[in-house]
Structure formats: structure tokens, C-alpha cells
């Protein structure tokens, strides 16, 4: 099941590009988020040497205009982690994976102004960036990334006397509903806005056909985490990032 998961998660959250070396994913996304813009062992052969096919990966993200960013998963090469941290390679963001084992008995959500649409709107963009200071270009490449992909996803505003207080993204595929982007206000942080918001999501998706979901929280978020424990959303693994920024 974990290895389905990720490929979940690959999948819900696109890159503009994407190449494979040997078993290896790189993302390319113009540098909007380190899940798009990362590599990722799928797999190596035994006979791969890890240091030329870590510098093969440095030469395009530096072309690219990127830093090196690697995905660092329980699925990996054991011996990666600590080659990238030798070649000073820093950690960031330790993560975990959660997953909803059923959606059945779920409290029906209290609060009902809530707007969702099948595609990304410009409105939901602009709530996301009055909420969390996104950029224009980021904007820009956020559109792209998911006008363009197949995947299901429903996007989700949560208002409160027509002022927005939230938004999310479920992302539906194989049974599974990926929660994305949950975001509230900060000034409205706190008074159970989160919880409604995924409610909706988790009520919506079971209606199109999901019966487990799936998310990921940094590890020192721990508003969030505490949420997701009263949602009984349990970690299968965890995963974090490798980080190095080369001059070109």
C-alpha cells in the first residue's frame, strides 16, 4: 500500500516537466514547491553509481536554473541519504504521510458555506494568495500545473458571512481522496474553520466514489497534526527533503 500512496501523491501534485534517469524521477516546475521541483528514486539497479547519478541530476537542475532538491522516501537506496548529506546536502522539512484507513461515519460538517468547483478557478487562486502571500508568477505556474492534468480534483473555498476563511483541495484517484493545500486565515485560526473544511472535502469525495484518504503534514506543524489525530488519520511513513544550492 505505501508505495501506491506515493505514487498517489506523485500524481495529485503535477510537474511542468518531468524526466527519468535510470529509475529516477526529476520534476521540473519552475521552482514553485519542492514537491514539483525534486527528484525522486522510483528505483536504482544495483550496478548504478550513485555519485555520477546524483551529479548527472545536479548538471540539469542547475541548468535549469533550480536548486537540488531530492525527495527522500523509505523507498529510496539506503545508502542515499547519507551520500547527499556527506556531499552537504541539507535536511529540510521531515513529513508525514497519513492515510484515513474509511470515510464511513464521518460527522457531517456544521458549517455550510462552503463553494466548490471542478476546476481552478481564478477566485480560488486569489483566496489561496490573500492566505498564504503566494506570488503572481507562482500564480501562473500553479495554474498550469493543474489545468492541464488529469486527475479529479474538487477546489474548496469555506466562507463565513461571504468572507473567506479557508480553502483546500481533494484530489481523487483509485479510491483515495489526497487533501491539498488546506489553508485557513490566520486571524481566524482556531475556531474549527480546519476541521469544516475537511469535513466538506471528505464528504465530497466519498460521494464521487472515495472510501480512504490520504495526506501529508510537515512534522512540526502541529495544529495540523492535532487535527488530523481527532480525524483518525494514522502515519504509514514518513519522508523528508535534501537540499543544496550550487552556483552556476
Same mark, same amino acid.
Given at each position: 500500500?505505501h508505495?501506491r500512496?506515493?505514487?498517489?501523491?506523485l500524481?495529485?501534485w503535477p510537474a511542468?516537466?518531468?524526466?527519468?534517469?535510470?529509475g =529516477?524521477?526529476?520534476?521540473?516546475?519552475d521552482g514553485?514547491?519542492?514537491?514539483?521541483n525534486?527528484?525522486?528514486a522510483?528505483y536504482t539497479?544495483?550496478?548504478?553509481?550513485?555519485h555520477?547519478?546524483?551529479?548527472q541530476?545536479?548538471?540539469?537542475y542547475?541548468?535549469?536554473?533550480?536548486?537540488?532538491?531530492?525527495?527522500i522516501?523509505?523507498f529510496?537506496?539506503?545508502?542515499?541519504?547519507?551520500?547527499l548529506?556527506?556531499? +552537504?546536502?541539507t535536511l529540510l522539512?521531515?513529513t508525514?504521510?497519513r492515510?484515513?484507513?474509511h470515510?464511513?461515519?464521518m460527522?457531517?460538517?456544521?458549517?455550510k458555506e462552503v463553494?466548490?468547483?471542478?476546476?481552478?478557478?481564478?477566485?480560488w487562486?486569489?483566496?489561496?494568495?490573500?492566505l498564504?502571500?503566494?506570488?503572481?508568477?507562482?500564480?501562473?505556474v500553479?495554474r498550469?500545473l493543474f489545468?492541464y492534468?488529469v486527475i479529479?480534483?474538487g477546489?474548496?473555498?469555506?466562507?463565513?458571512?461571504?468572507?473567506?476563511?479557508?480553502c +483546500?483541495?481533494g484530489?481523487l484517484?483509485q479510491?483515495?481522496? +489526497?487533501i491539498?493545500?488546506?489553508?485557513?486565515?490566520?486571524?481566524?485560526?482556531?475556531?474549527?474553520?480546519g476541521?469544516?473544511?475537511m469535513l466538506?472535502i471528505?464528504h =465530497?469525495a466519498?460521494?464521487? +466514489?472515495a472510501t480512504s484518504?490520504?495526506?501529508?503534514v510537515?512534522q512540526n506543524?502541529?495544529?495540523?497534526?492535532r487535527?488530523y489525530?481527532?480525524l483518525q488519520?494514522k502515519?504509514?511513513?514518513?519522508? =523528508?527533503?535534501?537540499h543544496k544550492?550550487?552556483?552556476r
Amino acid at each position: 500500500m505505501h508505495k501506491r500512496i506515493e505514487e498517489l501523491t506523485l500524481n495529485a501534485w503535477p510537474a511542468l516537466q518531468t524526466l527519468t534517469q535510470q529509475g =529516477w524521477l526529476l520534476r521540473f516546475a519552475d521552482g514553485y514547491t519542492k514537491r514539483s521541483n525534486s527528484i525522486q528514486a522510483l528505483y536504482t539497479e544495483s550496478s548504478i553509481d550513485l555519485h555520477s547519478q546524483i551529479e548527472q541530476c545536479e548538471r540539469l537542475y542547475v541548468k535549469a536554473g533550480l536548486d537540488v532538491v531530492f525527495k527522500i522516501t523509505p523507498f529510496n537506496p539506503q545508502e542515499l541519504d547519507p551520500i547527499l548529506e556527506s556531499r +552537504g546536502y541539507t535536511l529540510l522539512d521531515p513529513t508525514s504521510l497519513r492515510v484515513l484507513a474509511h470515510l464511513d461515519d464521518m460527522e457531517s460538517p456544521s458549517h455550510k458555506e462552503v463553494q466548490i468547483e471542478d476546476k481552478l478557478t481564478d477566485e480560488w487562486l486569489d483566496v489561496l494568495a490573500d492566505l498564504t502571500g503566494i506570488s503572481e508568477k507562482n500564480k501562473a505556474v500553479k495554474r498550469k500545473l493543474f489545468n492541464y492534468s488529469v486527475i479529479q480534483y474538487g477546489f474548496f473555498i469555506l466562507y463565513d458571512r461571504t468572507e473567506p476563511v479557508a480553502c +483546500g483541495i481533494g484530489a481523487l484517484e483509485q479510491g483515495y481522496v +489526497g487533501i491539498y493545500d488546506l489553508v485557513t486565515a490566520p486571524a481566524c485560526r482556531n475556531r474549527g474553520y480546519g476541521k469544516q473544511l475537511m469535513l466538506h472535502i471528505l464528504h =465530497w469525495a466519498k460521494k464521487h +466514489g472515495a472510501t480512504s484518504s490520504y495526506l501529508q503534514v510537515v512534522q512540526n506543524n502541529f495544529a495540523a497534526s492535532r487535527l488530523y489525530d481527532h480525524l483518525q488519520y494514522k502515519e504509514i511513513y514518513s519522508y =523528508w527533503y535534501r537540499h543544496k544550492h550550487i552556483e552556476r
